[in-house]
């Protein structure tokens, strides 16, 4: 009988209690969403871009984290995968890292870090500016990166989509 709801019911301290607890889990709820929503969400809305020459089909959220991690580092048709990126402090390259890879731009050094430490890869290609990163990518066969709002129009350049 200790277990039936009713029982807890009965008394108003224990309703109490009840509203109380129910109240905490959703205030934390909130709190975690709230925070998820700022963590994950950024005005600067990033655009994964490839020069025109890599093959036009779906790549999954895993394919793409492995070319930018640098693991993958050929194409389906075999071309190696040519590929820049911005400085770590750089608002688009945070804005990238968080919303289109799911991870924070620290943890993609690292990779970096350990494929060049260890002598079994290389880092990316960084870029100073957008300006460059689209000229960048425009101009090198089966290269890829990411853009803020990529609003130039340009013929050697397509967004890729996954």
Do not use: C
Not at 107 to 132: H, I, M
Request: glycine share 2%.
């Amino acid at each position: 009988m200790k277990y039936n709801v009713f029982y807890y019911l009965k008394n108003v301290n224990n309703v109490q209690l009840l509203l109380i607890k129910i109240v905490s889990i959703l205030r934390l709820f909130f709190i975690s969403f709230i925070f998820s929503f700022i963590l994950f969400s950024n005005s600067k809305a990033t655009e994964i871009i490839v020069n025109n020459t890599v093959p036009n089909q779906h790549y999954s959220l895993n394919t793409i984290r492995a070319i930018f991690v640098m693991r993958m580092t050929t194409w389906k048709n075999g071309q190696h995968i040519k590929v820049f990126v911005l400085p770590d402090n750089h608002p688009t390259h945070q804005a990238f890292t968080k919303n289109k890879l799911a991870m924070f731009p620290h943890q993609l050094r690292s990779f970096w870090n350990r494929l060049v430490d260890s002598g079994t890869g290389k880092s990316p290609t960084e870029v100073n500016s957008l300006a460059q990163m689209l000229q960048s990518v425009a101009t090198t066969p089966y290269a890829i990166g990411y853009v803020e709002n990529r609003a130039s129009a340009n013929a050697n350049i397509r967004s890729l989509e996954y």
